[in-house]
């Protein structure tokens, strides 16, 4: 009996896994074909260090406007500053913090659509529930 | 058959697992649910004292809770509140005609789903919607006589119990969309209120103890020593959001109103004693 459960469960964690790596490779682009932002970075690239600045610094604010508009709840306190400290180092020609920051800008953005999808799923396992 | 039975065990088992997770519960339900966790977690702390918060935890603090209550710092904000309260608007009216009772003994029905407005209405909301009423500028929501008049009705509420209808259909998914704020991650901290309020209620947060969810809501508004002044609930709610480094909202935000009515419904039946004192 205890070898027929241990059996049945080894061999549902087997399939679980399974199922769990073919949802990861289902996300991986398939072989051959460049992910858009690699051909949209190597564009950028070319760009002079000014333009690439600018244009990072825009689509940085970009992505967290048009997160702030539908997720207000869930942004963080202190992004527009950085935001802002990010538009005084373009003014400057501090290129290279620009870009700097402006990539910090996007690393929070993606963490607070993070923490979206986490309460989506998620927010009942902090609740005591009956 | 012994395999058969097995797998049809399991596949039951996470059958019902999962209707578990789908499942919603409803707000009588998860009260009773929060009642039995902090009874089980202090065995010793009777339901009705959570109406005193963190207080309930520690013995000196309480101590001079009690002091302070004894010539409360909220005692003239309640005397003004009662004569603005009584003054009339510029058409004759005053804010007894907005209200149920003539505004008196109602504060611990404040949260509450407002069916003609389709949304929650606090009872500083109420109260700037009554002077919109009668022809008033709005007042704010922070350091304004609006408090004052706020902490005399709440006074006329003291010793009655917080109450609130089982809400259902819109109201419902109010109450759904204000306990989900309080489960959700959120600044930079990636806290939720339930990791201060629920978790770890009465465990030292630096120097600070943490109030528990049971008893948030029934004493507001408070006067701060920290504020030295009146404030409100959702002032707190906008530190509490500073304090995890995520934006606070504006003042009666949609998001707070609904939190706060999740938060009044999980403390239906206990005893409604604002204004009080905090530090």
Redesign the interface.
């Known amino acids: 009996?205890n070898k027929?459960?241990l059996m049945?469960t080894l061999l549902?964690s087997l399939f679980l896994g399974a199922c769990s790596s073919g949802s990861d490779n289902a996300q991986t682009p398939a072989a051959g074909s460049a992910p858009p932002e690699n051909s949209q970075a190597a564009e950028s690239a070319r760009l002079p260090l000014s333009e690439q600045a600018k244009q990072a610094l825009e689509q940085a604010i970009k992505h967290y406007e048009d997160f702030a508009r539908q997720h207000?709840?869930?942004?963080?306190?202190?992004?527009?500053l950085l935001i802002a400290q990010t538009k005084e180092a373009l003014q400057k020609g501090e290129f290279d913090l620009v870009l700097q920051s402006a990539e910090k800008v996007e690393k929070?953005v993606r963490l607070m659509q993070g923490?979206v999808e986490?309460?989506k799923k998620n927010?009942?396992?902090?609740?005591?529930?009956? | 058959m012994i395999r058969l039975l097995t797998f049809v065990s399991l596949l039951l088992l996470g059958t019902v697992s999962a209707w578990a997770q789908t499942t919603d519960t409803t707000p009588a339900e998860d009260r009773e649910a929060l009642r039995k966790f902090f009874q089980s977690k202090f065995p010793d702390i009777p339901l009705d004292a959570y109406k005193d918060g963190a207080y309930i935890f520690d013995p000196k603090a309480r101590a001079q809770f009690e002091e302070i209550e004894e010539f409360p710092p909220w005692e003239f904000d309640v005397e003004e509140g009662e004569e603005l309260f009584n003054t009339p608007f510029k058409n004759g009216k005053t804010y007894a005609d907005c209200f149920e009772n003539g505004g008196i003994g109602i504060a611990q029905k404040y949260p509450l789903w407002d069916e003609k407005r389709q949304e929650v209405v606090t009872l500083p909301y109420a109260i700037n919607l009554c002077r919109e009423a009668n022809g008033e500028q709005p007042l704010p929501y922070e350091k304004s006589d609006l408090l004052k008049v706020q902490a005399y009705m709440a006074y006329t509420s003291r010793g009655k119990r917080i109450e609130a209808p089982e809400p259902t259909g819109k109201a419902l998914e109010a109450y759904k969309k204000g306990r989900e704020y309080y489960y959700s991650k959120r600044g930079q901290l990636d806290m939720t209120c339930a990791n201060c309020h629920l978790q770890h209620a009465a465990s030292r947060l630096r120097y600070e103890l943490p109030g528990p969810l049971l008893g948030q809501t029934t004493h507001w508004p408070v006067y701060r020593s920290k504020w030295e002044e009146l404030g409100d609930i959702q002032r707190r709610y906008k530190e509490c959001n500073k304090q995890v480094r995520a934006k606070d909202l504006p003042y009666q935000a949609e998001e707070y109103r609904n939190l706060q009515y999740y938060m009044h419904l999980m403390d239906v039946g206990l005893e409604f004693n604002g204004p009080s004192s905090r530090k």
Not at chain 1, 123 to 130: C, L
């Open positions: 009996m027929t459960i049945v549902t207000r709840s869930f942004l963080w306190r202190d992004t527009e929070e923490q986490f309460a927010w009942r396992k902090f609740m005591v529930n009956p």
